[in-house]
Antibody, heavy 123, light 108 residues
Framework: QVQLVESGGGVVQPGRSVRLSCAASGFTFSDFGMHWVRQAPGKGLEWVAL????????HNVESVKGRFTISRDNSKNTLYLEMSSLRVEDTAVYYC????????????????WGQGTLVTVSS | DIQMTQSPSSLSASVGDRVTITCRASQSISNYLNWYQQKPGKAPKLLIY???TLLSGVPSRFSGSGSGTDFTLSISSLQPEDFATYYCQQSHTPPLYTFGQGTKLEMK
């Protein structure tokens, strides 16, 4: 069965960096686009970043541009989110999610999600 | 950017009730609208994509409709496991896959 397992969260000081990982299993990881979505405590969902199946195309939400980098290693079936210059407002549960397609496009959706990893940015 | 607005923000209902949740887009998104269910402490689950296509395994009591700017998620006969928060999401303008603010469905 499809499984996505995030790790790497914790408490981090403002301005510091952290790398999240998402280990995928139960499907051919290299056949699907992937996303990171976050949810601040008690708040709604916010799409953060996407990457195509082969890593050739990536996009971030404006609020994290220049600070967050999405990447993947298809040989390790793992998705990453490198987060730098962290701000208090980045505090959230970060979910990785699988896209319905290889190349996320109009009309797609996110059909499998991990359980999330909490990143708390605090001094 | 396209804004997604759900109504109501919260809703109280009883087992067996029929409920409808509305999602409105700030501009036309054709039928590029998805619905997710999220239970407390859990990840979201995709229920419907393309406004009306149920994902495999989703009970048939769930249905979606709409196009353009106005969409609805209906649950024909509420079951205890349906009490959750529901989010709409537009996929019309990738890569900005905007979510609505959520509708919390609570037991009356």
């Amino acid at each position: 069965q499809v499984q996505l397992v995030e790790s790497g969260g914790g408490v981090v000081q403002p301005g510091r960096s952290v790398r999240l990982s998402c280990a995928a299993s139960g499907f051919t990881f290299s056949d699907f686009g992937m996303h990171w979505v976050r949810q601040a405590p008690g708040k709604g969902l916010e799409w953060v970043a996407l990457i195509w199946y082969d890593g050739s195309n990536k996009h971030n939400v404006e609020s994290v541009k220049g600070r967050f980098t999405i990447s993947r290693d298809n040989s390790k079936n793992t998705l990453y989110l490198e987060m730098s210059s962290l701000r208090v407002e980045d505090t959230a549960v970060y979910y990785c999610a699988r896209d319905l397609r290889r190349r996320p496009a109009a009309g797609t959706g996110f059909d499998y999600w991990g359980q999330g990893t909490l990143v708390t940015v605090s001094s | 950017d396209i804004q997604m607005t759900q109504s109501p923000s919260s809703l109280s209902a009883s087992v067996g009730d029929r409920v409808t949740i509305t999602c409105r887009a700030s501009q036309s998104i054709s039928n590029y609208l998805n619905w997710y269910q999220q239970k407390p402490g859990k990840a979201p689950k995709l229920l419907i994509y393309g406004a009306s296509t149920l994902l495999s395994g989703v009970p048939s009591r769930f249905s979606g409709s709409g196009s353009g700017t106005d969409f609805t998620l209906s649950i024909s006969s509420l079951q205890p496991e349906d009490f959750a928060t529901y989010y709409c999401q537009q996929s019309h303008t990738p890569p900005l896959y905007t979510f609505g603010q959520g509708t919390k469905l609570e037991m009356k």
